[in-house]
């Protein structure tokens, strides 16, 4: 009786171990699947983070270069825009000299024309007389020329204006979407600063050119160069004013011939001594690019032998490593072919890549 109680008693601890067992297996494989389930979602995570951050690292390297390239662009724009307004600003003076040239051949001009009895004028009358009507002709075209130069820059200007309204306009529409900032904590606008500096200077430059092609235009549309013709030979009446006149007249146009053919012999010159100076440095080029040439040559033949002479050393040191018995190979031999190894194919790729850069 008492061993079926023990019996019964131990039965009851086995189910109640079985029933336990059963259910730490349940709790374990539930704590498996759970580790299971939270490992995939962590991977997911992870693998969602890396898309995200690759992402935005690339969005942030496309802004990065588009940042570069407008700051590339922007120096670029105003240096080329300094040069332009270097050339306006000398075109600007010349045009500003030729107006003022103009005006002051028209009250010259004006001045004689109260002065009908041009027959009493004397011979340095005569000869001022000459040189103001030619004076006059010479700024006339002067001036016309000024002024189809001055419109030319003006379009030019006005195309540069155009181009730097659009990139402002561009720098603002871009500012919604700039996430980069400056130390101070606010947008880094240097470059629309600069902009805006440099499209306030174009703008009083083409208020300038437009006063200065204003004037030149309204100065020569006062000139008749037909009427001008008709009133200047009307003053002559008589054969001696006429003889002086046409004396004054011839000696202005040798005067001019002369300087005309002066300044082209001493254009002549300056080209002659360029030419020279050009073909001496040619000559320079090609001595530099023929030693050059050679000292490659030289350079290749020193690589070469070498490169033979350690191939040689090498194939000995194989060979008496091979071949004796009584040399026992050590870590220093090993050291000494790794040696010559990484020599001989540095010097290969140094002659390579000399050949490359060469090219």
């Known amino acids: 009786r008492k061993k079926l109680n023990e019996l019964e008693n131990i039965e009851k601890l086995k189910k109640q171990s079985d029933e336990r067992v059963q259910k730490l297996k349940k709790e374990i494989f539930e704590m498996k699947s759970l580790r299971v389930r939270m490992t995939k979602q962590m ?210 146009t040798a005067n001019f011939l002369r300087t005309s053919m002066d300044e082209q012999r001493k254009r002549e010159k300056e080209e002659m001594k360029w030419k020279k100076k050009m073909e001496t440095l040619k000559g320079d080029v090609k001595e530099r690019e023929r030693r050059i040439d050679e000292m490659e040559k030289q350079k290749e033949e020193y690589l070469r032998n070498e490169k033979v002479q350690m191939e040689k050393r090498r194939s000995l040191l194989q060979s008496e490593i091979l071949e004796s018995e009584r040399v026992h190979i050590t870590h220093e031999h090993m050291d000494q072919l790794k040696e010559m190894q990484d020599t001989i194919q540095g010097m290969d790729n140094a002659n390579l890549a000399e050949r490359r850069t060469v090219r």
């Open 43 to 252: 991977r997911a995570e992870i693998e969602k983070y890396r898309e995200y951050k690759m992402i935005a690292d690339k969005k942030i390297v496309q802004m990065q270069v588009k940042e570069r390239k407008r700051d590339t662009d922007t120096a670029r724009l105003k240096h080329n825009l300094s040069q332009q307004l270097v050339v306006v600003k000398r075109k600007y003076e010349e045009a500003n000299a030729a107006n003022k040239r103009l005006q002051t051949q028209l009250m010259r001009s004006k001045m004689e024309e109260g002065e009908r009895k041009m027959d009493e004028k004397t011979d340095e009358k005569w000869k001022e007389h000459v040189h103001n009507e030619l004076e006059l002709v010479a700024s006339i075209y002067c001036t016309e020329w000024s002024t189809e130069e001055m419109i030319n820059q003006r379009k030019t200007l006005s195309r540069t204006l155009k181009g730097l309204s659009e990139r402002l306009k561009g720098l603002e529409e871009e500012r919604s979407m700039k996430f980069r900032k400056t130390e101070g904590g606010e947008e880094d606008d240097e470059s629309e600063r600069t902009l805006m500096e440099e499209k306030r200077y174009c703008e009083d430059e083409m208020e300038k050119m437009n006063a200065v092609i204003q004037s030149m235009q309204s100065n020569t549309s006062n000139v008749n160069l037909s009427s001008m013709v008709e009133s200047r030979w009307n003053t002559v009446c008589t054969v001696p004013a006429a003889k002086l006149a046409l004396k004054h007249l011839f000696e202005e």
